[in-house]
């Protein structure tokens, strides 16, 4: 009971359809009641009728005792009419005599008689004698509810229906909202559009203008952000730059060995600066909302480029960096969004990849989608930190690489975007090592 009472706090829905229902079976019950008394008394009005007419025919045709003396032999004992003279006369309905005062007034009442209540009809005929038709209560009350419940049939059946109907309608009054909720529900963070009120109640209208103003907001605060992240990592290049230069220049320079290695450590620190500077706006432009629409980008050709460009940095720590090639996928999104993911990948393959040991590129399909899994044997990711190694600047402990923290992050921001997935495992040749698989939706060319 508790739990209902809190699901009927929480949803208008189920609030509204219970208290509608509540009201319909008061309702019902109400008209029940009213029906059931209306038609009970039409019932007993009915019968009062026929008495009457029974009267009249007999004031009229004083024959017409022995006709309904014959009739009613073969009727139901208990629902035969009484018809006597008064006072104390022979009974000529088949029935026995009922011992009635003479001094009963003309019309309709009821009486007791020989223990049982009777509804009598007292007339006088014009020859100035007295007659009494009578008829069992009992008989009539049975008749009557009988009556007045067959009137209540078709109310009892259209409750249930009633009720029906309401959660029906209900449910289509509110289907707009779940709609609502159901497409704000598959938005993702970069959907920062208005919200669409056609076809939307007038009562959450409102609602939904205070939510579109929020987006908007949160819009330009997101724009805001991104912007000031690229600007700034624009504008710290140059500097970062001219620095890289000097060391350079110094480094030629004759100098003491104490020198020389304080220079090479300031060198490394100035790389790493220009690499986070670098994975900064690419970060800026993985999180930007592109205005371009998405065109068919052929797989290979993108990672053919990634794997040319990356080569020379492979060659430099010995390691043996491939590519398998699937079929020609053309894949949905832009170039420089899945050049920026493979080469993320690829590069953090390399980086986190021992001296001697191999780096490959595998291009498949699935279905309607591509896949392109990059497997290494390093040290790979341990199991309980693959939840965090796409947040934005974490790096696993320990690992003693120079690196931002940024490159999964970004792949992730981007996969997002262009409705893929990214999974983190082992590689399929050997259980050491890291295997990072990018999902990504294939174009659908027309015909």
Known sequence: MDGFKVRLNDSIRLRLSFWLAVAIVVVACGAAVLSYLGALAEANALQDDTLRQVGALIAQRPESMQALT???????????????????????????????????????????????????????????????????????????????LRSLIPLLMLAPALLLIVGRLVRQMLAPVVRLSQEVDARSQHELHA?????????????????????????????????????????????????????????????????????????????????????????????????????PVAMDRVCRRVVEDLLPLAQAKGIDLGMVEGPALDVRGHESDLVAIVRNLVDNAIRYTPAGGH???????????????????????????????????????????????????????????????????????????????????LWRHAG
């Open 359 to 441: 780096v490959d590129l595998v291009i498949a399909r699935e279905g309607d989608r591509a896949r392109v899994r990059v497997e290494d044997n390093g040290p790979g990711i341990p199991q309980h930190e693959r939840a965090r190694v796409s947040d934005p600047f974490y790096r696993i402990p320990g690992t003693g690489q120079i690196g931002s923290g940024l490159g999964l992050s970004i792949v992730k921001t981007i996969v997002d975007r262009l409705g893929g997935e990214l999974e983190l495992g082992e590689p399929r040749s050997s259980g050491q090592g890291l295997s990072v698989t990018v999902t990504l939706p």
């Open 195 to 295: 919200l669409s009120t056609e076809g939307v109640p007038a009562e959450v209208r409102p609602f939904i203008s205070a939510v579109n103003r929020l987006l908007k907001r949160v819009a330009e605060a997101m724009e805001s952000q991104r912007r000031f992240i690229a600007d700034a990592a624009h504008e710290l290049r140059s500097p970062m730059t001219a620095l890289s230069l000097q060391a350079e220049r110094l480094d030629a320079a004759d100098m003491p060995n104490e020198a020389r290695e304080r220079l090479r450590t300031l060198r490394l620190g100035i790389e790493r600066g220009r690499h986070l500077l670098d994975q900064l706006l690419g970060m800026a432009r993985a999180r930007g909302d592109p205005r371009d629409p998405v065109s």
């Open 70 to 148: 014959t009739d009613a032999q073969g009727a139901d004992p208990e629902s035969r009419l009484v018809v006597q003279q008064l006072p104390g006369g022979e009974a000529r309905a088949g029935a026995a005599t009922l011992r009635l005062p003479a001094d009963l007034a003309d019309g309709l009442q009821s009486v007791q008689a020989q223990g049982k209540r009777y509804r009598v009809l007292v007339r006088a005929l014009p020859g100035g004698s007295r007659i009494v038709i009578a008829q069992q209560a009992a008989v009539r009350d049975e008749i009557a509810r009988d009556s007045a």
